[in-house]
Each structure stands twice: as C-alpha cells, then as structure tokens.
C-alpha cells in the first residue's frame, strides 16, 4: 500500500459532501453561495453537469479559502487530469477503476473512489485513497459498514447515493468519514427553486453531520 492519502480539510471537518448535479454549470454559484452561507464546506461538482471543467478554475477561485471544490463522476485517467489542472481539491469516481485511482494518486490529488462489495471496496482502499465511497447506500444502509469492518478495520467509509437527514446522522453514527448528499438537501434548487429553503435544508445537514442537531 501507498501512503495513504487524507481526506481535504473542510471535508473532513464538516463531514458533508454535496453532490450537484444539474442542467448546466452557469447554475453552480448562487446555489453554492446559499449553502456556504448557510456552512456547507464541501462540494462534488459532476461531469455530468455541461461546463463544470470549463468553469472550475473560476470556482476554486471564488471558493478556495471557504470550501473544498471537488469533481465528481470521474470514470478516465483524462478526466482526473482535467479536474487536477483545474484545481479540484478532490476526486469522487462512482467504480473501482484502478486506472483512474492511479492517476490521481500520482497527481496527488485525494480521490474517493466507488464501490459496493468487499472485492470493490478493498481494490482501491488498499491503494491508499483517503475513503472509499459506498454507493449506492441506500441498498445497504449504515449496518454495512460494521460488516465492512470486520476484514477491513481501519477502512474510512463516504456513503452516497439515497443518503437523506436520517441517513446521514445514522452513517455517522455507525463510523463514516463523511456523507455525500444531493437531492435531499438540494431539492429543486438548482431549477430555480427558493435559496431561502435551500438555506433551511443546508444548516439541518450541518447540524447534524457536526453532531450538534437531529434527524
């Protein structure tokens, strides 16, 4: 195993990841501008959102001294070295693919990369990522990572995919690193929706991510 690399500051402090996923790039920053107001510290910018390369320098610019940018749904080699030029603090790929992992360890850009079974998960943890992420969550719920645990004791867990309030005070309760969340805490606030609930939501999911509020 390589030395295994760590987790970006405010990621692991605030233990909240948030997935957007929408339309278009031009939509990220009033959106993000509620939730870093509201104290969310750490955000997953897909590849599936048109324009999130051309717009990322931009972003890790305005947000580089509030929040941790990353990339998400990150499945080449090609697309980790487009979110490393671009400054992303970290990597989130939805599979266990060595290639990708290799090539942001060798960036040394922190990835968290996907998985589900005892095969995926240990392919890339013992590579030396900062976390693995479990997804899609909600086919397991938070007693899976006790079971993960037994052969892998050290592993540091991000569950994504179906991961509301309740589920985010549960994974955390059981051991994960961080949760990543993205439809229950956004709603529709990337289709023009109220910023002032997005606001609501976003100050719910930190609360409870820093263990000081209830699902």
Known sequence: MS????????????RLVVVIRGERADDYVPVID???EAGVRSFELTLTTPGT????????????????????????????DA????????????VSDVTVVDRALARDVAVVPGGLTPTEV???????VPAVKVFPAGQVGPGYLKDLR???????????????L???????????AAVSVGGPLLGDALAGGDL?????????FVDVCAGSGSA
């Not at 004791?153 to 995919?161: C, E, F, I, R, T």
């Open 3 to 14: 030395q295994r690399q760590a987790l970006p500051r405010w990621t692991a402090e605030t």
């Open 34 to 36: 509620t939730m870093v």
């Open 53 to 80: 390369v051309a717009a990322l320098p931009g972003l890790v610019e305005r947000y580089g001294d509030t929040a941790d940018i990353g990339v998400g749904t990150v499945t080449r080699p090609g697309e980790v």
């Open 83 to 94: 979110a490393a030029d671009g400054g992303a603090r970290y990597l989130v790929t939805p």
């Open 122 to 128: 240990w392919s890339t943890w013992r590579r030396g």
């Open 150 to 164: 037994g052969p892998f004791p050290d592993l540091a867990v991000v569950p994504s995919g179906g991961v509301d």
């Open 166 to 176: 309740d589920a985010a005070g549960a994974w955390l309760a059981a051991g994960a």
């Open 196 to 204: 002032a609930a997005l606001a609501a939501r976003s100050r719910r």
